[in-house]
């Protein structure tokens, strides 16, 4: 397909919005990109306090090693030498402590260590522990996009245990409780729930960190900057700062968006990266199938997160090259969201980002704290900086909680924090365009995958869906869903025989 002069608008400069724009300006499409928020990124994005660069939300990757999925694609894309990633501790890239009894749980990086650990924290289940592990793999090689290979299209293609749900995948290996939640650890990564996350997310967020856990060196910013970079040098637009107020529909095309600026924009295709019920926000709802609509707004949407931000006194503390996951009790992992206002949080995410010189003591620290939306809920209709001081009120309450929280791990935090800031599900909502702030798109169910999948093409012939909402989320599972949205308008064969040339050592 010859694509030299065709145009394409993207709806949103978040993650997939911009690894789509990137991978078309490669293939030779003429691409603008418009997000409504100032700064591009949605999750790459850091802002400053007091001279300090914050991430928002991509702390910790994977799959950037020698072969990795992430190292293939920015590879094609021309950008892998401007992303400086330091390697998590190869001992130990996640931390799981449980208060009750004391454990501390490392995780390895690489499958023979990660196995082997878990195998000395419980030798009876070796065996088990061996099978677990050589099943989760299995999984993650029938996912062919993962492995970059044409996926295919159907989940009938999968075999029985790809869609169990997670919890009854983990426990088919062993009854032992205690072993059941450490093998859940990273749940609150994607959301899980025991009984209806399908067990496929489970399987290849595990694999992704276990097999190259890594943080970006500077700040997530540079990866949104970067793919920008893309799509401007291949004679391409990104605006911030002016969204898409407009979709305009046509006998089942859109024919232009208009934007905030009241300027209107006209091109062959279109991509929204946004949620699709901030999509249909924007068009003539008449002219989108109701069915359609309903069914994608009736589909729940993950939990939220409160995040806390510390600015810490110099040397003062340790930086930590790994992810901290603290709770309670093992039963609570897979409880982090049920809580009341006496038992929040139930766990805590923690991460001292690496600085540009990698010092051993850390600037910053992030706390993550799983918070559903109807915690703020009487707060939906206000805007930033302008919620009330009930709303300031209750973000001091939820920092002095969570502070306290940290002190029960590390005695003496509090004298070393110089500032504090904080951002509750609201802050999501509105700077991210993510319904209820959720914090991994819509919810997978096990039980129904057609109620729960949404396609990359649409009700449009030629606008399409990408972003985390579609398949996957994250770091991992945005980029793979931007492969498949580009490969609708350039063929899925014809862009991974690109990718996998690149990652080859062929320039195509």
């Keep these: 397909m010859a694509t030299e002069s065709r145009t394409v608008i993207i709806i949103g400069g978040g993650i997939g919005g911009l690894f789509c724009g990137a991978i078309l300006s490669r293939e030779g499409w003429r691409v603008k990109i418009f997000e409504r928020h100032?700064?591009?990124?949605?999750?790459?994005?850091?802002?400053?306090?007091?001279?300090?660069?914050?991430?928002?939300?991509?702390?910790?990757?994977?799959?950037?090693?020698?072969?990795?999925?992430?190292?293939?694609?920015?590879s094609y894309l021309g950008i892998?030498?401007?992303?400086?990633?330091?390697?998590?501790?190869?001992?130990?890239?996640?931390?799981?402590?449980?208060?009750?009894?004391?454990?501390?749980?490392f995780m390895p990086r690489g499958y023979d260590r990660f196995t082997a650990s878990l195998c000395a924290h419980f030798p009876e289940e070796?065996?088990?522990?061996?099978?677990?592990?050589?099943?989760?793999?299995?999984?993650?090689?029938?996912?062919?996009?993962?492995?970059?290979?044409n996926p295919g299209i159907s989940f009938r293609e999968f075999s029985d245990d790809f869609m169990r749900s997670v919890g009854d995948f983990i426990d088919s290996f062993t009854g032992n409780e205690r072993l059941r939640h450490v093998?859940?650890?990273?749940?609150?990564?994607?959301?899980?729930?025991?009984?209806?996350?399908?067990?496929?997310?489970h399987a290849l967020i595990s694999k992704f960190y276990i097999e190259g856990a890594c943080r970006?060196?500077?700040?997530?910013?540079r990866m949104a900057d970067a793919l920008a970079d893309v799509v401007r040098r291949a004679g391409g637009e990104v605006h911030a700062g002016c969204g898409v107020t407009h979709v305009g529909i046509e006998d089942r095309l859109a024919t232009h968006v208009v934007t905030a600026d009241g300027a209107r924009h006209r091109a062959d295709c279109y991509i929204s990266s946004i949620h699709p019920s901030a999509f249909f926000s924007l068009v003539d709802t008449s002219k989108i199938q109701r069915s359609y609509r309903q069914r994608i707004d009736a589909i729940p949407n993950t939990y939220s997160a409160y995040t806390l931000y510390l600015i810490l006194k110099p040397g003062a503390f340790p930086f930590f090259n790994y992810t901290y996951y603290y709770q309670d009790?093992?039963?609570?992992?897979?409880?982090?969201?049920?809580?009341?206002?006496?038992?929040?949080?139930?766990?805590?995410?923690?991460?001292?980002?690496?600085?540009?010189?990698?010092?051993?003591?850390?600037e910053k620290l992030i706390v993550n704290c799983i918070m559903n939306f109807d915690t703020v809920r009487r707060w939906e209709h206000t805007v930033s900086g302008k919620r009330g001081a009930d709303y300031e009120a209750f973000k001091r309450r939820c920092e002095e909680k969570v502070i306290r929280r940290l002190e029960e791990i590390f005695p003496g935090i509090r004298a070393c924090i110089r500032n504090t800031y904080s951002a509750s599900p609201l802050t999501i909502r509105d700077f991210c365009n993510q319904k209820e702030g959720a914090m991994y798109g819509v919810r997978k169910d096990c039980r129904n995958m057609a109620l729960s999948h949404i396609s990359v093409r649409t009700k449009l012939r030629n606008l399409f869906f990408t972003g985390q909402n579609i398949n996957l989320h994250g770091i991992l599972g945005v980029p793979l869903t931007a492969i498949s949205t580009c490969a609708e308008l350039v063929g899925m064969d014809h862009l991974l025989d690109r990718i996998n040339a690149h990652a080859n050592g062929r320039n195509t």
């Design 183 to 201: 093998m859940a650890y990273c749940n609150p990564l994607y959301a899980g729930d025991r009984y209806t996350t399908p067990v496929y997310i």
């Design 329 to 362: 009790d093992y039963r609570e992992t897979w409880e982090h969201h049920l809580y009341t206002e006496e038992t929040w949080p139930r766990g805590l995410m923690i991460i001292t980002p690496p600085a540009t010189d990698c010092d051993r003591f850390a």
């Design 80 to 105: 892998l030498d401007k992303l400086p990633v330091l390697p998590a501790d190869e001992g130990g890239f996640d931390l799981f402590h449980v208060r009750c009894d004391g454990k501390k749980y």
């Design 38 to 74: 100032t700064k591009i990124g949605g999750g790459l994005h850091q802002f400053v306090r007091r001279g300090v660069a914050f991430e928002t939300g991509m702390h910790v990757m994977g799959a950037f090693h020698d072969g990795g999925v992430l190292n293939r694609i920015c």
């Design 126 to 149: 070796t065996d088990n522990i061996r099978r677990y592990m050589e099943a989760l793999y299995g999984i993650c090689r029938e996912v062919r996009l993962y492995n970059m290979e």
């Design 216 to 221: 970006f060196v500077g700040g997530s910013q």
